[in-house]
């Protein structure tokens, strides 16, 4: 075999491997009802917005985060700041 025939599709291969990369970005909305408004607030103020929790599960993990449960709505905290709220969603009759 000729080294023009493994030279040309190797040196192919090299210049496609100098392309940059490119991605599209998706920007997902927030679904309505979910509280983004909660976010960075204490858990004194999360306390005084939404009244005490139904239950409250020990931090985990480092760093510590907590799950403070209402009916409805699940609050996670990192140390003693919400991060992120979850609505709770019907779970589908059993059939």
Known sequence: MNRF???LPLAILLALGTVPATADRLQVPAAPGVHDDLRGLTMDAVRQRLGPPRKVLPAVGDP???RWIYDGLT???ERDRAIHAVRHHPRP???
Request: charged share 15%; glycine share 0%.
């Open 64 to 66: 510590p985060i907590t």
């Open 5 to 7: 025939a493994i030279a």
């Open 75 to 77: 609050v996670y905290f």
């Open 93 to 95: 009759p059993r059939r």
